[in-house]
């Protein structure tokens, strides 16, 4: 009989094959957890290093919006000063000028009603530029006391050039009523002005 001894493996053999994939498996395992620990060290590095940045680009950007933003408007009471100063001449112009239309139609002279109807045009021309003001009430109130002067020359100029002494009248009547709604608007420009008692009298 043949012998098949030749053919068998020899269990040192088998066993240091074994011991040899043991220690590939445990080589790489180590490889594996170096690379681990230095990724995790690069990572925590980068983070570290990436939040003050973002702390120190917060703590800027405020200081860059603060420097562009615009500067604060000035209070209504600072804007209707403004404007009373500015306008007060001509307003003053259109009441004086209307008063004289109203004295003529009172007397019945057709042609100093004449004279002063134009002038109470010219007056409202100029104070009718001073439009609008800080205060949206006050521009509506303002605005129908104008009307209230402007349909009153209207009558005037007619009944100047008709020579008719009631279209005067009527002149008269609607300077009378837009002189009234001018002194309501200057109500509305002492409550702007609260404390301020340097407004327009009429």
Known sequence: MARTSRHRVHPRGKRHRYQRHELVAAASGAVLVIVIAVLSAWAHQ???NAR????????VQPASAASAAPPPSPSLRVQIRAWLDDARPSIHAV?????????????ADIGDASTACQMTAAALA???QHLPSPDPVLNIALQ???ND??????????????QDAVDIGQAAGFIEQGKFALQRAFDIVEADLSADSDVLTV
Do not use: H, K, M
């Open 46 to 48: 980068s983070l570290s």
């Open 52 to 59: 003050p940045a973002a702390t120190n680009s917060a703590a």
């Open 95 to 107: 009441v004086i000028a209307g008063d004289n239309v109203v004295a003529t139609a009172a007397r």
């Open 126 to 128: 100029s104070a009718q």
């Open 144 to 146: 129908q006391a104008f």
């Open 149 to 162: 002067y402007q349909d009153g020359i209207s009558w005037c100029i007619r009944g100047t050039q008709n």
